[in-house]
């Protein structure tokens, strides 16, 4: 994938945080996605959201998996470590990093193909490990990178580009998430900057796994019967040397919700979501009645956003296993391997 880095010049009043950074110094190449991508606006709160927590980026660890979303990395943070895993890995590259080094703030993007088909059970194990770390996954119910299939988020009766209806129930991260017992989840819309970046901070300040499902809509997959510049009619009136597809531009999509009522926004292709953000009395802390409130936002055909269940007396992976508290990765080679008749004498003990 090539990449295009972004002009160093910076408007001279910028504001600077407490480390001498500007948010330009938080961003990254330029985006090769759609224009009007709603994974771009997931970017542009990353950005945000790390500049005014004022955290060093040589200090975050970004990993992703496939898929459009996992390409999002590139575009914040050129100064962090990166890594782009295969398909649905990207789970155990995180728990990997981190319990190597525990040092660094992680941040792990993914979609909900990436997540929820190939990478369910990494994602399941992550959640019960309690990974320290913020986890998003950009949600748009398709498989952008393959031509739209249903991923295993749509939901029961959307229809794709060709108009086939998909039959299927849907997986729920955030109900999945609950049921492994994580302890932070929170749900938003990508269009919605106000509501997703304080959730992006809590998120990466949470000492644990935080799963932040971040509705994100795909503007490429709007094809139509009739259309001259669809992909059908397109095919059937030009010599093909290579199938590529026209993706036309596309506005981006933006709402701003407001607390205790329902915010309809409409999509491209004409579908409407209905958000509804928690109200002031919710209770975030109760697993139980996030439960239920999840579950009869559905019943209404609406997504509940906000933070939606936190546990503030958790403990993440290093307490679990009883780790060391000096990061493995800077432990000296002979601390690490400290000879033949360390392990003799550790074996003694199970004779």
């Known amino acids: 994938m090539t990449q295009t880095a972004k002009p160093s010049v910076r408007h001279p009043s ?67 470590h990166g890594f782009n895993s295969v398909h649905g890995r990207m789970p155990s590259i995180a728990t990997g990093a981190n319990v190597a080094n525990r040092d660094l703030a992680y941040i792990g ?6 997540s929820l088909s190939i990478g369910l059970g990494q994602l399941c194990h992550a959640i019960r490990r309690n990974v320290n770390m913020l986890y998003i996954i950009a949600n748009n119910g398709v498989y952008g990178l393959t031509k739209g299939q249903f991923s295993a988020s749509a939901d029961v009766g959307t229809t794709a580009k060709k108009g086939e209806e998909n039959r299927m129930g849907p997986i729920d991260p955030v109900s999945l998430a609950m049921s492994l017992g994580v302890s932070f989840v929170g749900r938003s819309f990508s269009g919605d900057k106000q509501q997703l970046m304080p959730l992006v901070k809590a998120g990466l300040s949470h000492p644990g796994f ?26 059937d009136h030009v010599q093909e040397i290579v199938e590529a597809d026209y993706v036309p531009v596309l506005h981006e999509i933006k709402a701003e919700q407001t607390s205790g009522s ?8 004409g579908s409407v979501i209905k958000f509804r953000p928690v109200t002031e009395g919710y ?35 290093h ?26 004498e550790l074996q003694e003990q199970w004779r």
Request: proline content about 4%; aromatic content about 8%.
């Open 14 to 80: 910028l504001r600077v945080n407490k480390l001498g950074l500007t948010q330009r110094d938080y961003e990254g190449s330029m985006s090769t996605l759609c224009a009007g991508c709603g994974h771009d606006s997931i970017t542009a709160a990353l950005v945000q959201a790390f500049f005014e927590l004022e955290i060093e980026p040589h200090k975050v660890a970004k990993i992703s998996g496939i898929g459009c979303s996992s390409k999002t990395p590139a575009y914040f943070l050129d100064e962090a």
């Open 210 to 235: 935080a799963l932040l499902d971040v509705i994100s809509p795909c503007v490429t997959f709007n094809d139509h019967q009739g259309s001259t510049k669809s992909y059908q009619h397109t095919r």
């Open 319 to 344: 307490s679990f296993e009883n780790t060391v508290a000096e990061p493995l990765a800077k432990l000296k080679f002979e601390d690490l391997c400290p000879g033949n008749h360390v392990l003799q």
């Open 283 to 317: 209770d975030p802390t109760d697993r139980e009645e996030t439960y239920s409130y999840i579950a009869n936002r559905r019943l209404d055909g609406e997504v509940a956003t906000g933070l939606l269940y936190i546990d503030q007396d958790t403990h993440d992976i």
């Open 262 to 269: 329902v915010t309809s926004v409409a999509m491209h292709d």
């Open 109 to 114: 993007i993914s979609g909900d193909g990436d």
